[in-house]
C-alpha cells in the first residue's frame, strides 16, 4: 500500500511523532509499504524544511515560520493554511490511505479537509484516499484540557474537534482500552476501531541496555542508597502524592531516595521538592530534570524500582505510557497505579505490581517490598523486559494498522 502519515506536530519536545508516528512508519515500510510522514513542525520550527529517511520510511518535515510561537494567536490563521499545504502535499503522493495522528490543531484541520476531499470524489472524477485517525490521548473536556491554560473557546474547539475527528473517519487506530470504549460511545461500530497500543523499537535505544549508572550515581549524589525512579511530566498526580508514597516507603526503608527524572509544566518537580524539604525529607528527593537522550539510559538504571503513579480520571485512563514502556524494556521492576493502559502493560505479580490509586500506602508497600527482596525484583524485571519485547515491539504491532487500513478501504469503497 502507498501510504500518508501526517503527523500532529515536530518531534521534538512532544513525544507522539518520535515515539508513535515514526517508529510504526519504518515498521511498516520494512513490511513493503510505500510511506511517507508528513511533518507540521509549528511547535518546533527549527526542524522545518528538511527530508530524510527514517529506515525504509520518507519523512518530509513542512517549513514553517521560525517568528510564530506555538501560543501565538496568529496560529489561529497560520495552522489551517499548514493544514491545507499537508493536505495538498499528502494528496500529491496519490496514497491508498492518510493516517492521521491527533483529531486537533493542525492534523484535526487536516483530516477535516480530507474528509471533505473524499465527500467531493463522490461526485466529481477524482481519487480520495481512505483517512484512518490515530488517538493517543483523550484531548478534550476530561482529557488534555484540564491539563491546558488553553482560552475556553480553545478548548471548546479542541473538544469539538475531537468529537467530529472519531466520527468522521474510515476507521481509527486507539492507543488504549479506554479510547476504544470512547470510540464505541461516540457509535463508531467496533468493526472499525482498532486497538494499536503503544510500542517500542530497539532502533530508537542504540546502548540503552548495559548502561553504567555509576557515574550517573555519583554526578546525581545517589551513593549506595536505594533508590526508586519518578520518569515523568506531572501530568498524572499531585506533587503530595508522591511524597506521601515516598514517606511511607521510608517509614520501612530509611534510607530510600526519590530520583525525579523530567519536570512538570508548572514547575510541579519543584514544588514536590519544597514540600519535601518542609518534612525534613529534602535530601530524600533528587531532582535530575529532562535528560539528554545519551545520557537517559545511565540515569535510569541508577533505580532499583520505577513508581508510575496515577489518578484514576479519564484523561490517565485513556494515556499509553510509552515511559513505563521504556522501563519494562530495561528490565526495571515496576509499581503502576491500576489506572487505564497502566493495567494493560503490567501483570500484577506476573511483571510488575499494580497499586490502589486512592491509597498511597498500596504503592508505598508495593515498592519496599521490592526493595527489601532483591530478587523478587529482578524476576519481575524480567518478566516486564520479557512482556515489552513479545507483546509490545512495532514490528509486531504493524500488523494491526494493517487490519485498520483494510477495513478503511473497504468502507471507502462502498
Excluded at 506536530?9 to 513490511?31: M, Q, W
Amino acid at each position: 500500500m502507498r501510504l500518508v502519515f501526517v503527523a500532529p506536530f515536530a518531534t521534538h519536545p512532544k513525544a507522539t511523532t518520535s515515539a508513535r508516528v515514526l517508529p510504526l512508519a519504518r515498521a511498516l515500510a520494512a513490511r513493503g509499504h510505500a510511506v511517507t510522514v508528513l511533518i507540521p513542525p509549528y511547535d518546533n520550527p527549527a526542524e522545518g524544511g528538511r527530508s530524510y529517511d527514517a529506515g525504509a520510511a520518507r519523512v518530509e518535515a513542512l517549513a514553517v515560520d521560525a517568528g510564530l510561537p506555538e501560543e501565538s494567536p496568529r496560529q489561529a490563521i497560520a495552522q489551517p493554511q499548514l493544514a491545507a499545504r499537508l493536505v495538498r502535499r499528502a494528496l500529491a503522493l496519490r496514497p491508498d490511505v492518510v493516517h492521521v495522528f491527533k483529531p486537533k490543531a493542525v492534523s484535526g484541520l487536516a483530516q477535516g479537509l480530507l474528509w471533505y476531499a473524499g465527500r467531493a470524489a463522490a461526485v466529481l472524477p477524482v481519487r480520495a484516499p481512505a483517512v484512518v485517525l490515530d488517538t493517543d490521548d483523550w484531548e478534550g473536556y476530561g482529557g488534555w484540557n484540564e491539563y491546558e491554560a488553553y482560552p475556553w473557546w480553545q478548548k471548546l474547539i479542541c473538544d469539538r474537534q475531537e468529537r467530529w475527528g472519531l466520527t468522521h473517519a474510515a476507521a481509527l487506530t486507539v492507543a488504549s482500552r479506554t479510547l476504544e470504549a470512547q470510540a464505541w460511545s461516540h457509535r463508531v461500530p467496533p468493526g472499525r476501531v482498532v486497538y494499536l497500543p503503544n510500542g517500542l523499537s530497539a532502533a530508537d535505544f542504540p546502548a540503552w541496555r548495559g548502561a553504567d549508572p555509576g557515574p550517573a550515581r555519583a554526578r546525581l549524589g545517589l551513593g549506595a542508597d536505594p533508590v526508586l525512579l519518578l520518569y515523568t511530566r506531572f501530568f498524572e498526580f499531585q506533587p503530595e502524592r508522591a511524597l506521601a508514597v515516598l514517606a511511607a516507603v521510608r517509614a520501612r526503608v530509611p534510607a530510600a531516595r526519590l530520583l525525579v527524572v523530567g519536570a512538570g509544566k508548572f514547575g510541579q518537580e519543584r514544588r514536590l521538592a519544597a514540600l519535601a524539604a518542609a518534612r525534613g525529607l529534602d535530601d530524600a528527593v533528587v531532582l535530575a530534570g529532562w535528560q539528554e537522550p545519551s545520557a537517559l539510559p545511565a540515569v535510569i538504571a541508577t533505580a532499583d524500582v520505577a513508581l508510575f503513579p496515577a489518578d484514576d480520571n479519564l484523561a490517565n485512563r485513556a494515556k499509553c505510557s510509552v515511559k513505563l514502556l521504556q522501563c519494562l524494556w530495561l528490565g526495571l521492576p515496576v509499581v503502576a497505579d491500576r489506572v487505564g493502559q497502566l493495567a494493560e502493560y503490567v501483570q500484577d505479580g506476573v511483571n510488575g505490581a499494580l497499586s490502589d490509586p486512592e491509597q498511597p500506602e498500596s504503592m508505598a508497600a508495593a515498592a519496599a517490598r521490592l526493595l527489601q527482596q532483591p530478587s523478587l525484583a529482578a524476576r519481575l524485571g524480567a518478566a516486564g523486559r520479557r512482556r515489552a519485547e513479545e507483546s509490545f515491539d512495532w514490528d509486531r504491532l504493524a500488523p494491526l494498522a494493517e487490519r485498520a487500513y483494510r477495513t478503511a478501504l473497504k468502507q471507502t469503497s462502498r
